[in-house]
């Protein structure tokens, strides 16, 4: 963990009024840092409208100024929020295979690429590194609960980590969880690029810009359509 991982930058612009302020009242009534974040995602479940995007650069208090994004620009405002709250943050780089997408887009499904960029939260809280899938709890602890695994249909996955296990690191099964086939999402990661300290160092190395031909199509086809929120 460095200072890099509290800066703000071009996407975490933290320190403008939008995120700052948002950050301090939420701050006030939760102390620690885990409540920190569940209460910030919270915020930004209720007052987000959950859309079809695939700008990746869009700077955070724009993003809630706006009060719409996409799953990983959501992603990105809790990030934002959290280093506003003096938590460090980082991204991995996760590729996923396209198809990972086609229950989301079934539209395009002929028409998504072999892998795709998927830059993947994670916090510095009570000293290690916490993936975003375990914002609200262990996975093993959600593992208890939940009906099924991840399947991209239905909430998205900034939503559904509330309830739900998300585990692309295949953590479940490295802790000897008894249901770790039901929810293991490891057969959709192409490759796991390594942690970088922000979104915009990831964005450096790896270039998330679509082809013009493929943003065309999504536009036209998903571009700013709201996702829905129900259940699988």
Known sequence: MSSANLAPTAILDHTSPEVAQTAARLGAASPSPREFLRAAHRHITSVMRPVYSVEERYPVSRLLRE????????????EGLARAQGIPTRVRA??????????????LSRFLPERSLMPWPQFFVDG???????????LAELALTARHRFTNRGVSMFDAVESTP??????????????????????????????FDSRD????????????????LFDLVYGGRPIRREPD
Do not use: I, Y
């Open 94 to 107: 996760l590729f996923l295979k396209g198809h990972f997408w086609a229950p989301r887009l079934p539209l």
């Open 201 to 216: 160092q990831l964005f450096e190395r790896f270039n998330p810009d679509r082809s013009r031909m493929g943003r065309v």
């Open 128 to 138: 290690d590194w916490t993936g975003f899938e375990e914002t609200f709890a262990p």
């Open 67 to 78: 009060a719409r994004g996409s799953c990983s620009q959501r992603m990105a405002c809790l």
């Open 166 to 195: 998300v585990d692309f690191f295949g953590a479940l099964r490295r802790g000897g969880d008894p249901r770790a086939a039901d929810f293991d999402l490891t057969e959709f990661v192409v490759e796991d690029a390594g942690a």
